[in-house]
């Protein structure tokens, strides 16, 4: 691997499709901008199609965008820029540490007096009263970022996921249709920001339907591989007692759901269905891997609208650290076998 001066002395390696899923979560998607940023350091993976969501949305779609311009270089280039232009604009945001969470060295903000009042207020007030002009601080970022003309072009497809408010189901947009109103949509919290209209119809944060999606990647992919990496904590030890602990799992439960159930079904079908041809023999066969780290549930969820330089690359490093972790243990697997253990899955049913 390219991460290891020996590696030069290496035969080339056979190539290897896979698929990326990319879970949002706030700031917290920086952790997926250091595991991308190392495996496109891997001249034998090559990425067939992302899905993604909120944080995994952006980072899909800047990626696809970089890659386009200067292959891998240029993905990685791109994913840098746009995190260091989130870290630049969020040196003008009221919502800030307090002092002694500096002092500590915390990257929570439940101290914060921004925070703490925009929190109150999301409770009580409606986005669209607060923010009547449905000014949202990403938009900016993503049309620097992103050649959102010719995503179209680009031979890594993208499955971007929004979640419909009148029906409540998630929509999938792909390549040609993704604008920066539909990477919005899929991280629009409809508690801080009005719901972002397209085609005539309103969207909320992908993640209630799909975080991410992994449905278009069965469906639509040559990679028989899936990468998910993994933001928002499945499991938590400790019971939540305080009112903003309790509110915190209830939506890490929720924005897992979705996936849970699609994972579930793929470990479902693995033990019911027989080799041969169809869409069910397609889902058995799926190979499933898994890129995590225990560290982002100790930051806390405030910490995912912290969004400060050091954080970020913090946050970056933690990433590219479980992404060689993962390619020292099992990238040799990539292609051959699963390395995530779904069915454990069938037996929470």
């Given at each position: 691997m390219t991460g290891n001066p020996a590696a030069k002395n290496e035969a080339p390696r056979e190539t290897v499709l896979i698929d990326l899923a990319l879970q949002g979560g706030g700031s917290h998607g920086a952790f997926a901008w250091g595991v991308l940023d190392r495996l496109l350091e891997e001249p034998w993976i090559k990425i067939e199609a992302i899905s993604g969501t909120s944080a995994g949305a952006m980072n899909a779609a800047v990626l696809v965008s970089g890659f386009m311009k200067g292959g891998a270089p240029g993905a990685r280039a791109a994913l840098d820029a746009y995190w260091e232009r989130v870290a630049e604009a969020a040196r003008f945001s009221p919502i800030q540490r307090s002092p002694l969470d500096r002092l500590m060295n915390r990257w929570s903000l439940d101290a914060s007096p921004g925070y703490v009042m925009m929190d109150l207020l999301s409770r009580l007030v409606s986005p669209y009263n607060?923010?009547?002009?449905?000014?949202?601080?990403?938009?900016?970022?993503?049309?620097?970022?992103i050649d959102f003309a010719h995503l179209n072009e680009a031979d890594i497809k993208l499955f971007i996921t929004a979640t419909n408010v009148h029906t409540g189901r998630g929509k999938v947009f792909r390549n040609k249709e993704i604008t920066p109103e539909v990477l919005l949509a899929s991280a629009c919290l409809p508690t801080m920001f009005q719901a972002i209209e397209i085609n005539g119809e309103p969207y909320w944060d992908g993640g209630y339907a799909g975080n991410p999606t992994i449905t278009p990647l069965v469906r639509e992919s040559q990679s028989r591989d899936i990468l998910l990496v993994q933001i928002n904590p499945r499991q938590r030890l400790k019971t939540p007692r305080t009112a903003a602990e309790i509110l915190d799992r209830l939506n890490e439960i929720s924005f897992n759901s979705p996936l849970m159930k699609e994972l579930r079904m793929i470990a479902l079908l693995r033990q019911a269905v027989d080799p041969g041809a169809g869409e069910a023999c397609r889902w058995a066969s799926m190979l499933t891997h898994r890129i995590h780290t225990d560290k982002l549930a100790e930051f806390g969820a405030s910490s995912k609208l912290n969004a400060e330089g050091p954080f970020l690359r913090l946050l970056k490093q933690e990433?590219?650290?479980?992404?060689?972790?993962?390619?020292?243990?099992?990238?040799?697997?990539?292609?051959?076998k699963s390395t995530a253990d779904l069915d454990v899955l069938l037996e929470e049913c």
């Open positions: 607060l923010n009547p002009f449905g000014h949202n601080p990403l938009r900016p970022l993503l049309e620097e970022s990433g590219r650290d479980a992404a060689d972790a993962f390619l020292a243990a099992h990238g040799d697997d990539l292609g051959k």
